[in-house]
């Protein structure tokens, strides 16, 4: 982005470093997945099958504002 990370806000800087620390996995498939704007029952969606890679033992980080989504996590 050609900027430095203290010059972002919070959450952006965070998405960022996440997003960094995704890419280290090596041979792991990952999913980044903004969900900033989704209709509620799009959440209600996204959810059920977050819960179903959970389900298949894949690990799922949310970074997350929404209280529908943080409801949902455990």
């Known amino acids: 982005m050609g900027q430095s990370l203290t010059t972002l806000s919070g959450g952006e800087g965070q998405r960022l470093k996440l997003a960094k620390e995704l890419l280290k996995q090596g ?3 990952s999913l980044y997945l903004p969900t900033t704007g989704l209709h509620p029952n799009d959440v ?4 059920k099958l977050l ?3 959970v389900d298949a033992g894949n690990t799922v980080i949310m970074v ?3 209280s529908q989504m943080i409801r ?3």
């Open 51 to 53: 819960n179903r890679l």
């Open 64 to 66: 997350e504002h929404n």
């Open 72 to 74: 949902a996590a455990d």
């Open 44 to 47: 209600a969606l996204l959810l």
């Open 27 to 29: 041979n792991k498939q």
